[in-house]
């Protein structure tokens, strides 16, 4: 399939006149496919690394309000979730394939809210677009859901993952259902946006098993980052900051250290080699697919379907898509 596709773009290339580097230059970035019943890691961080997510209890209200409404809307289902003083990571399900409107829908919501919040008129969220990572089995979900849930301890900000006083759901493994209150800071009495929403974690599909045993899995890896953490910090001498110093943060600070810059942002996350193979694969033939499909229609060639997973042309310029 690879070799036929490459091929028919060679040929066309070749016919129009058009250099096929040129022509793949023209995709600026790279497309992914979204696809329903896929699990996701979100991270994003805020402008300049400021501090402007430290923990606060109206700030983590809004936050979880927020993120209550926007899983609601798009029929997201939620395995993990923190918010760091400076960035948030999610672990979220896509029931529907909306991964991309729900991510644009909730920062946008927090960004707007907290920035009432803290009086601020500039962007809340850095100018980076927010990255999201393929969690391909149950095993990379389940370790992502782990780093995610302990990401306090392993930056040494608190001893146990329990001890964090921003948003994070560590609490809720134990099925609670957490009511969310719409904060009157930002909303007001007009708005449709309903009082109060739901919330609770779902283990992800690809688990095959109970909630009860998911979450097992989950405590016993924060817990293992959490001996691991104590024994760095015997080793090393270091101590942790504590819930108060965070809590004293100015939201204006940021982090002292160099921000990594240039690395790689792994799209498909796989322990297993040959899962990660083979949804390395999968990607790069929809890549293909999807740099075909793009300069045929750039030339007027509109009933080249576009491959399954083609997200933004769909809803923007109403393309056809292949059947997945």
Known sequence: MRRGCESAFELFCRVNH???????????????????GRSYLITRRCTQREWLLRPEKELNQAFAYALGVALEKYDMGLIAGAAMSNHWHGGVHDFEGELPAFM???????????????????????????????????????RKAVYTLANPVIEHLVEKAIHWPGFSTYAWLDGRTVIAKRPRFFFGEKTKLPKFVKLKLIAPPEFEGSFEEWSARVREGVAEEERAAAEERAKTGRRIVGRKAVRAM?????????????????????????????????????????????????????DIPFPAGTWALVRLAGVSVAPS
């Open 18 to 36: 058009v250099g096929t580097a040129f022509a793949k230059r023209r995709v600026v970035t790279l497309p992914r496919p979204i696809l329903p």
């Open 104 to 142: 644009q829908y909730f920062h946008g919501l927090v960004a707007r809210a907290l920035n009432c919040k803290l009086g601020r008129w500039e962007n809340f969220w850095s100018v980076e677009q927010a990255h999201f990572c393929h969690l391909v089995e149950a095993r990379d979900v389940l």
């Open 250 to 302: 100015s939201p204006e600070a940021r982090a002292a250290s160099v921000a990594p810059r240039r690395g790689m942002k792994p799209f498909v996350a796989a322990k297993n080699v040959f899962a990660r193979l083979a949804a390395l694969d999968a990607l790069d033939e929809f890549r293909r697919a999807y740099a075909f499909a793009r300069l045929m229609f750039k030339f007027g060639w509109r």
